[in-house]
T-cell receptor, first 116, second 112 residues
Framework: GAVVSQHPSWVICKSGTSVKIECRSLDFQATTMFWYRQFPKQSLMLMATSNEGSKATYEQGVEKDKFLINHASLTLSTLTVTSAHPEDSSFYICSARSGTNTGELFFGEGSRLTVL | QQQVKQSPQSLIVQKGGISIINCAYE??????FPWYQQFPGKGPALLIA?????SEKKEGRFTISFNKSAKQFSLHIMDSQPGDSATYFC???????????FGKGTLLTVNP
């Protein structure tokens, strides 16, 4: 299957700093990418939908100024957690949709953010 | 309002047994129903998926049963193995926006 790579896989930062997480589709062009957040032992919650070359669409309750999403190319989307606080500590997962007719969704391995 | 309800929350099965996880949905506009397997610290991986024009789909030990009139679908894992121990999520998607709505997950433990 297609591969979606996330980097870093884990990151620890101090409160007040910003952290960038990258999501890359390695062997296909992703017309759309999605960012999810998952707390321990909970389900995935969609944060935003990212389309290449346009502004991301955020789900209700997600602060767009807090979670900056950039989808600069068909293979790369980035999520920047600005002025991170301990409550932002979570597992962030991206998924990418291929541009084929089936439009299958492929998930990255996730990025564990810990804010001290 | 939870659009995809998943049960049970946790499940313990003996090796070789059948694991059954159930999901129910509310939105009749959903047209794609995938199941994902997630191991601790990893992203979810697509296991098997079904569309509403089919009542059953089988891939190896994994089978999805789909009941359109009842708006329910279930995952059956035959001959369950300890390596199947993971969290399983059902999901539903409407083809026009590709936004997945996930169930709350089922933690499956298969005892040796």
């Amino acid at each position: 299957g297609a591969v979606v790579s996330q980097h870093p896989s884990w990151v620890i930062c101090k409160s007040g700093t910003s952290v960038k997480i990258e999501c890359r589709s390695l062997d296909f062009q992703a017309t759309t990418m999605f960012w999810y957040r998952q707390f321990p032992k909970q389900s995935l919650m969609l944060m935003a939908t990212s389309n290449e070359g346009s502004k991301a669409t955020y789900e209700q309750g997600v602060e767009k100024d807090k979670f900056l999403i950039n989808h600069a190319s068909l293979t790369l989307s980035t999520l920047t957690v600005t002025s991170a606080h301990p409550e932002d500590s979570s597992f962030y997962i991206c998924s990418a949709r291929s541009g084929t007719n089936t439009g299958e969704l492929f998930f990255g391995e996730g990025s564990r953010l810990t804010v001290l | 309002q939870q659009q995809v309800k998943q049960s049970p929350q946790s499940l313990i099965v003996q090796k070789g047994g059948i694991s059954i996880i159930n999901c129910a949905y509310e939105n009749t506009a959903f047209d794609y129903f995938p199941w994902y397997q997630q191991f601790p610290g990893k992203g979810p991986a697509l296991l098997i998926a079904i569309r509403p024009d089919v009542s059953e789909k089988k891939e190896g030990r994994f089978t999805i049963s789909f009941n359109k009139s009842a708006k329910q679908f279930s995952l059956h894992i035959m001959d369950s193995q300890p390596g199947d121990s993971a969290t399983y999520f059902c999901a539903a998607l409407r083809g026009s926006n590709y936004k997945l709505t996930f169930g709350k997950g089922t933690l499956l433990t298969v005892n040796p």
